[in-house]
């Protein structure tokens, strides 16, 4: 369901963003002493090299190019992952209104399996909260999903296939595509070395502007602590989008809820 980088997809969000904060504030003070040394050893011309420095420029360019890259990358892949449950959605409620117009005992079964494979698409953050939850997670949809082609199959019977009959197929092999199509949305996610990526420029930057206030011999630590958190925010917001269930921006899953809804409705009928 979730794959990735163990540390950024099984522990809370909370604990990733005080690693990002520690992180960048290490590289802000290495970079600070590493300034302050230079400048006894230079003395004077320390702080003249300071003055148009290409390279901090240069990296500030590069986390800004990156930031907006792995943003948009993932608000991108956050939008897929909503239109695929929609699109479940209305596959399911599809199929299990076709379902009504095939004789029994065939109807009943048929559609109470189409209940059970919506009831298996509804992802809580209990359900996907470690590695071990993901697999047994992906265990039962899969063996509910097995079950459909066979109540399928038992539902038309020897009975010739005619329009109606290759109708009902095509949706529930709708409803399996919507499935494909789903879990496909849901494991595309941003590649993890892009993340350490990401954080490895975000501390080079901050180091490098650390090692300039070294070099001009004064660091304004509440501006630096300031910049440190707007970045973590930043980062903390795109692997935030990675997680639709245990994240902050949770998915919209209320069609899939509605369609379950309307399903036990009309079999408790």
């Given at each position: 369901?979730?794959?990735?980088?163990p540390?950024?997809?099984?522990?809370?969000l909370?604990l990733?963003?005080?690693?990002f904060?520690?992180?960048?504030?290490?590289?802000?003070?290495?970079?600070?002493r590493?300034?302050l040394?230079?400048?006894r050893?230079?003395?004077?011309t320390?702080?003249?090299?300071?003055?148009?420095?290409?390279?901090?420029?240069?990296?500030?360019?590069?986390?800004?190019?990156?930031?907006?890259?792995?943003?948009?990358?993932?608000l991108?892949?956050?939008?897929?992952?909503?239109?695929a449950?929609?699109?479940?959605?209305?596959?399911?409620?599809?199929?299990?209104?076709?379902?009504?117009?095939?004789?029994?005992?065939g109807?009943?079964?048929?559609?109470?399996?189409?209940?059970?494979?919506?009831?298996?698409?509804?992802?809580?953050?209990?359900?996907?909260?470690?590695?071990?939850?993901?697999?047994a997670?992906?265990?039962?949809?899969?063996?509910?999903?097995?079950?459909?082609?066979?109540?399928?199959?038992?539902?038309?019977?020897?009975?010739?296939?005619?329009?109606?009959?290759?109708?009902?197929?095509?949706?529930?092999?709708?409803v399996?595509?919507?499935?494909?199509?789903?879990?496909a949305?849901?494991v595309?996610?941003?590649?993890?070395?892009?993340s350490?990526l990401?954080?490895?420029?975000a501390a080079?930057s901050?180091?490098?502007a650390?090692?300039?206030?070294?070099?001009?011999?004064?660091?304004?630590?509440?501006?630096?602590?300031?910049?440190v958190?707007?970045?973590?925010?930043?980062?903390?917001?795109?692997?935030?989008?990675?997680?639709?269930?245990?994240?902050?921006?949770?998915?919209?899953?209320?069609p899939?809820?509605?369609?379950?809804?309307?399903?036990e409705?009309?079999?408790?009928?």
């Open positions: 369901m979730q794959i990735g980088i540390w950024l997809y099984d522990f809370p909370w990733n963003a005080l690693t904060v520690a992180v960048l504030l290490l590289a802000v003070e290495l970079g600070y590493g300034g040394r230079q400048r050893l230079l003395n004077k320390a702080e003249k090299r300071t003055r148009g420095d290409v390279t901090l420029s240069s990296l500030l360019a590069l986390l800004g190019l990156m930031l907006a890259f792995t943003y948009a990358f993932t991108s892949r956050s939008d897929t992952r909503q239109r449950v929609v699109e479940e959605a209305n596959a399911l409620g599809t199929a299990f209104l076709k379902a009504d117009f095939l004789p029994e005992p109807r009943s079964e048929l559609q109470q399996r189409l209940l059970d494979h919506a009831r298996a698409r509804i992802v809580t953050a209990d359900l996907v909260k470690d590695r071990a939850s993901r697999q997670t992906l265990a039962r949809m899969k063996e509910v999903q097995s079950q459909l082609w066979p109540a399928l199959e038992q539902a038309i019977g020897d009975s010739q296939l005619g329009a109606y009959e290759m109708s009902m197929i095509g949706s529930v092999t709708g399996l595509d919507a499935d494909t199509r789903r879990l949305a849901g595309d996610r941003l590649p993890g070395v892009v350490l990401l954080l490895a420029i080079l901050v180091g490098v650390g090692n300039n206030a070294g070099l001009s011999g004064q660091i304004n630590r509440w501006r630096m602590f300031g910049f958190l707007i970045l973590v925010f930043l980062m903390v917001m795109i692997l935030d989008f990675d997680l639709p269930q245990t994240g902050f921006v949770r998915l919209y899953d209320l899939i809820h509605r369609v379950v809804a309307d399903m409705s009309a079999l408790s009928s």
